[in-house]
């Protein structure tokens, strides 16, 4: 059946097309209570802008590309734009089109031979995800429905393998992947979709949807805090590693994990949480500490790295999204009951931080020792990238990395659960569960905020005095996750007795 809107019925755009296909209650809200959608946060706000400058540096294949009413978001006047541009026959960006309820903006419409047109839809991510399949189908309908003739769709995304060498080159950074069979046979469910979309938010209230893994699949949905409020704290859907189990329990009626009927099949973490939940207190298993902190030799050295990972890479030798360490904080304690000694490195300047952070890490953290960290995987892989641009740090590396000790392992083994870690366990979720201590009252309380704020305040222009506050901020965030290291350590050894 055709789409037949009202008059005064509003389109529906290419996002929130997307928003009916994850969920039409986020969609009804997006129409008729906008007010209680809460405005992106800033981790959201840095996914656009990143959205934005690889958009941009897709538009630089294109020379003589022709850009459709820059910021102006008006409908009928970007169409009309958009109308006398397609007589030019040259590559537009963001060229608009209106068509039987749908409305969309078309990254790159590129010219082909008899008249018609090429579409290329330009994407942050390193592969193709059947969302991006489903935004372009609609793109596809929607300028078919406005009387274009459509030749072939790509996807447009960034090239995994790129390593940046000097300026970069869009067209080794980018691959374009013909999608067009498979985008352009959407059409009929596109209609269809629409179709149903139009009923939805026509309705007085929104649909009864309940919540479900479909509300961060295949993004975490802008009503989340909003539809998830209600659930009690130590619910079904804290399981470790049983988001479907979990759902499924919900959907039975059974919400806290203290209600876990007996004969439900649960993993031996998944049993530890059922058990906490009904006595309130942590698990325990005093031998499995014991033997971990076994593993512990002095000098101890704690060990924490805060890195930048943006889609286009800053510095030579750097992939798309590797993850650069700019900071790290080491507390070294020398011998049981000593005071910590504190090493931190901050990268200043614009520069690649890499050469001068392994340095630093390499003069300070010995040739005995432990070296803990958490997660400690993580900045393993960190080092062993460094290495990749920098050989003359291998053999140190080799020296280094017998020593490393994970302090995640007891915690991931639930040899030590506490309830209040809520299924994580996560250095965030353990250290106030175990000693009581936090990260309130710090200005930077997370990993991602301490990568936004770095590349604001090194490459962004911001005055002085907030760039050294900021600064300030991230060495008391990283010192932090070092010493709350120490803390969990002091934590488990109270506990072994
Ligand atoms: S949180 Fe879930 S149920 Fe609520 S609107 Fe979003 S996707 Fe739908």
Redesign the pocket.
Known sequence: MAVKPSGQEPFISKSKFLSGL?????LW?AFNAKDLIPEPNAATAAIFQQGHEVGALAQQMFLDGVEIGGGIYDYDETSRLTQKALKLRKPLFEAAFVANGGFCRVDILQPAPQGAWDIIEVKTTTSLKDVQLENLGFQVWVLAMAGLKIRRCFLCHINPDFVRQGEINPKKFFVLEDVTDRAANLGQIVEDKLDDMFKTIRQRQ?PD????P???DPYP????????KFLPKHSVLDLYRGTQKGFALFDQGITLLKHIPGDIKLTDNQAIQRATAVTGKPRINKQAISKFLGRLEYPLHFLDFETIGTAIPLFDGVRPYQQVPFQFSLHIVRAPGAKPQHVMFLAEGRHDPRPEFMLKLRDNIGHTGSIVAFNAAFELERLRECCEVMPNFSTWLKDIEGRVVDLLDPFRSFDYYHPDQQGSASMKAVLPALTGKGYEGLAIQEGGMASREFLRVTFGDVPEAERQQVRKHLEEYCGQDTEGMIWIVEALRKLAG
């Open positions: 994850q969920c039409h209650k986020l809200h929104p949807i309940k919540i479900g479909h509300c961060d949905c802008a009503l989340h805090d909003v539809c998830w």
